[in-house]
């Protein structure tokens, strides 16, 4: 598996290597597992590329279990000529009343042999005095004890693959792909690989090719990392991920979409997101063109990588900036200015309408903070998705609309309670009196002042007072 190191790194890394080798994924070397003792054989072990092969030593046969059993000679056809002993690996010969082993260790010689005359068709032998008629190697005695008839040995399965019964005997051979071993029963893989000289030198595979050796045969394959293309070995060439946007921007609690394609004309490939699909998202593929489909539902701190691995595991990954959009009630999102939230992704700063305020436009905008009422009138916000202000009633002695507000004047309009004199004030009025005159107890009549009462006059003699 190769992963793209993410920028501002540059390079690769690698993942492990293939059960069977070593290494640090980049380079990768077979292990021997017969040679460090890390097999499971029994008996014999064979490395091959990756793995190794389990084999058992002449004599034995290989069970279900993977254990080597003794293979019992003696069974069926062998070569004794009349008694066969088996033991562990191998065999031995011995021979009946009347004959002796001779020098092979198989065949049996007579003894005492019967006198001239004797009805037996072939060896003829005197048994405790009686003559006892006996067969030559590969014929069995007939039911009338006297005729020695040919044995088909093939009958009895002596060859490890293929058998053809002869007169008195049989002969084993091997299928193509294996050879005859010393024992003229058994066969062995033809390492075709590694022994082209039985097979006359002729060239098995191409110079950009690998022979791997395989019961029977062989097969041509291409060396780890190498893909056979119209007959030859050429370097596998990752998939190429493009994305449609530098960006993803993803508004949450709406569906969001982001669109990549893949191109690899050589080899076919899978396609996934690194850490698997996210949730509330949906991958599909449109001939080629890949879109993701994301209803984010609360702002977190998220990466999104995707990737497409070919059959040989070569890797493409495209790492996506993810600019989460949280604005709500209309607002827009803006690259203006960023709110961090993690190593991972960032969040977009918000404009919002004149309605709304706040981070993320949540908050209805108070428009008693940006224009105001007349002073002393109270300003009410109109709610969103409204705009503005309204204001109350102008003051006491004011008249308008509450925003602006213009002073009444009583003493003008006669609305005023003065008797004599009226001065205006803002917001109201003051009455006076003229001279002679002094405010009754209501503050808004004038009485006449008696002067002579007062003794305010300037008479000498008699004061009379007038209004």
Known sequence: QCYDVPAPGVGITCGPCPIGYLGDGSNCADINECSINNSTCQQVCTNTPGSYMCSCQVGYTMASNGMC???????????????????????????????????????????????????CSDICVLVNNTNTCFCSPGFALGADNKTCNDINECDQSPCDQLCRNTIGSFRCSCAAGFQLNADQ????????????????????????????????????????????RT??????????????????I????????????????????????????PSGSNLTNDQGIYIFTWILQQIQNISLTFYA?????????????????????????????????????????????????????????????????????????VPAPGVGI??????????????????????GNGTNGCSQLCVNTNGSYICSCS?????????????????????????????????
């Open 390 to 411: 309204t204001c109350g009633p102008c003051p006491i002695g004011y008249s308008g609309d509450g925003t602006d507000c213009t002073d009444i004047n009583e003493c």
């Open 69 to 119: 059993t003794d293979i019992d000679e003696c069974m069926g056809v062998n070569e004794c000529q009349q008694t066969c002993i088996n033991t562990a690996g191998s065999y031995y010969c011995d021979c009946v009343t009347g004959f002796q082993l001779d020098s092979n260790g198989h065949r049996c010689t007579v003894t005492h042999a019967c006198p001239m005359g004797n009805n």
């Open 185 to 228: 029963r058994s066969c062995d893989d033809i390492d075709e690989c590694k022994d082209a000289s039985s097979l006359n030198d002729i060239v098995l595979c191409l110079t950009s090719f690998e022979c791997f050796n395989t019961k029977g045969s062989y097969l041509c394959t291409c060396p780890p990392g190498y893909q056979n």
């Open 250 to 277: 993803v508004k949450v609690g709406e569906p969001s979409a982001y669109q990549f394609s893949v191109i690899d004309d050589r080899d076919s490939y899978d396609v996934g997101v690194v850490g698997g699909i």
């Open 435 to 467: 001279a002679g005159y002094k405010f009754a107890p209501d503050n808004y009549t004038c009485d006449d002042i008696n002067e002579c009462i007062l003794q305010t006059s300037a008479c000498i003699h008699i004061c009379n007072n007038t209004v």
């Open 231 to 248: 007959g030859l070995c050429q370097a596998n060439v990752p998939p190429e991920i493009k994305g449609s946007k530098t960006a993803f």
């Open 309 to 381: 691995v070919d059959s040989l595991n070569a890797t493409a990954q495209l790492s996506i900036p993810v600019l989460i959009c949280a604005c709500q009630n209309g607002g827009n999102c803006t690259l203006n200015g960023l709110i961090d939230v993690g190593i991972k992704s960032v969040v977009m700063m918000c404009e919002c309408s004149k309605a709304y305020d706040g981070t993320f436009c949540e908050k209805d905008r108070n428009g008693c903070l940006e224009a105001s009422c007349y002073t002393g009138v109270q300003c009410y916000d």
